[in-house]
């Protein structure tokens, strides 16, 4: 049984039609991501095995046309998680097309109100976002930035109740770092594709992991590998 019919359709704006709709349509799009990935690799593999700096601005220009969403269960595992600590202000590194985005905000919404404040760096994808947060009737739920994260998301308000991270992996800690003052107790981050950049994103898990810089965390078997982490303050 899907994990969305753990709530009645009034409580669940996932299984809202334009919703369901918007989220059955992206997700079928993402499936020839192995493919669009394939066409771009020899001017990405560098980045992501570390073998050379990475340049934020050249990577979204060749990735823009990938989706690298979340999957329907990692999905479904962000609204439940929001739900369950009545999260109102989330905000989420790295939107691409707006699939994260649309669990997040369904969230928010069925929280009683609050806002996904999003980061995409790569124009095209930003405005896709927009778009499919609009036809899905969540645009109100939800404030996506186009730039770089680490001004974008600078002056975000506290008190941040989530954070997903989801974009490129050596930001990872820098946005953590940038976000954590506003962390209110029993924060919530996650952090996707742990085991797939382990080299890139080892520094991130051992700074959530070591016990000393304010969170309890482990790497979930779940997909790519999530590393839920809870600030302790």
Known sequence: MPLTETLPTSD???RAPDVARMLDRLHRRARTDLFRIALVAPFVVPDFLGLRKTDDSR????????YIPVSRSQGQMLYLIARSIEARRIVEFGTSFGISTLYLAAAAKDNGGGVVVGSEIEPSKHAKAEEHLREAGLGGFADVRLGDAMKTLADVEAPIDMVLLDGWKDLYLPILELLKPKLRPRAVVLADNIFTFRKALRPYVEYVQSGANGFVSSTLDISDGFELSVFTG
């Not at 990577?59 to 990938?66: E, G, P, Q, T, W």
Request: no cysteine.
């Open 12 to 14: 669940n704006s996932l």
């Open 59 to 66: 990577l979204s220009k060749h990735m823009r046309s990938v």
